[in-house]
């Protein structure tokens, strides 16, 4: 899974009521991680459960339940709504710094996402894309805010700072691996709609059970913030103006001009940023493209036990559990000598060139039947071991490279990169034909073809973006 946006995070300040020395919390952290590593995990259940099942709803035929779209309506809806969730973050950041505090924000952000995703589970058009807008607006108020929220328990020199994003980020991604197979069951299993059907159900009500699901994840997530409330303390609460506090210092600071180190960094930032744009134009289409080549073109069973096709959407969180702590200790161990953050883009996005570039056999042999899902298991390693050469590394880099007084605008710059990716992934995946092999063939070849003459490039401009990073590696 990709790193949110809130990541990033301000430590805390000496109006947070917050004891840094509270190691009451998991593993010797402050009390207040628990709180949000379980809000953050429901959170993400109920994102990432909708999406599994999102293009696959909107593609099945309306006597099955569905709307009925095409695969390219379908994945330009896709790209566009998950463009739409970090383009809105930035405005939820700003909200929760000028007006409300995070805390409110993320109180109000769940509730919204949990009205959308049960306004999904009405089947009315109107419904569909009402619960899609609700979903955006509740997720931009949440997601740059719980983040933000933990950084608050922390002051900048506590060493169990980055431990603590550590096992936050652990809370995502167990949330993503476990949502599309509670969802996904729901939503696709012919044992579930038989299940259903005997309650007085139509078999096909089975897709809205699906998104209920998503949106009963947010109720509890937001429940245990509720609960869990007083252990954050003071932290989160509605912001005091800058102003009062340091005489408008700060905005005379953020006056001054560049220096020509910081303007050759955000250089150095703006190559990084078109690159990433790419990896993530290819990368999302797991939850478009693939997921389509999942439902139509794969062989969905093990054993002779057949499973829904919306469950091949854990297999990168999974992945990502078992990988980051790898990649973390790779790198330490690596010291100064491991590869320069340019140079890491550039194997990242020869990883995730080679994971699609599989999907070019794989759609060959889908001509004489549905394929071993060994081909998706195998892509998507590929993927998510080009993800953590760029994912990580791309917001470390940023707020190395950020001049310190703009170094919130330059990080939501960032994340525009990944709002244009994902709209350029429901682009390309507009394109997708499970009944024509050449097309998918052109489609997934063209993409890693993309990726591999990008990362060479990128290499081969490694010197000259570590040149313009003055000194940071």
Known sequence: ?????????????????????????????PSGLTTLFFTELWER??????????????VAPLSQGGLGFTNSVAAQIYGFYTMCVYVVAIGGGIIADKFLGPKLCIMIGGSIIAVGHFTLAIHKIEAFYAGLILIVLGTGLLKPNISSLLGRLYSKDDDRRDGGFSIFYMGINIGAALSPLVCGYLAQSPDFQKYIVSKGFQPHDSWHFGFAAAGFGMIIGLAHFLFQYKKLGGAGGRPVVEKQLDGGQESKVEKQPLS???????????????FAMLFWAVYEQGGSSLNLFADKLTNNSIFGWEFPSSWFQSLPAVYCILLAPVFSFLWVKMGHKQPSSPAKFAIGL???????????????LATHGKVDPMWLVASYWLQVLGEMCLSPVGLSTVT???????ASITMGTWFLATAAGNWLAGYMASFFDEKNTSGMVTLFGTMGGILFVAALI????????RKLMVGIR
């Open 458 to 465: 990128l290499w081969l401009l490694t010197p000259l973006v």
């Open 260 to 274: 020509g180190d910081e303007i050759k960094r955000l250089g150095a930032i703006g190559i990084l940023f078109f």
């Open 45 to 58: 259940f109920s994102y990432y459960g909708m999406r599994a099942i999102l293009v696959l709803y909107m």
């Open 350 to 364: 020869a990883l995730l060139g080679g994971g699609i570039a599989l999907m070019v056999p794989a759609s060959m």
């Open 400 to 406: 190395k490279l950020a001049p310190i007084r703009f």
């Open 1 to 29: 899974m990709s790193i949110p946006a809130s990541t990033i995070n301000p430590a805390a300040s000496d109006g947070d009521a917050v004891s840094l020395a509270d190691k009451s919390g998991l593993f010797g952290h």
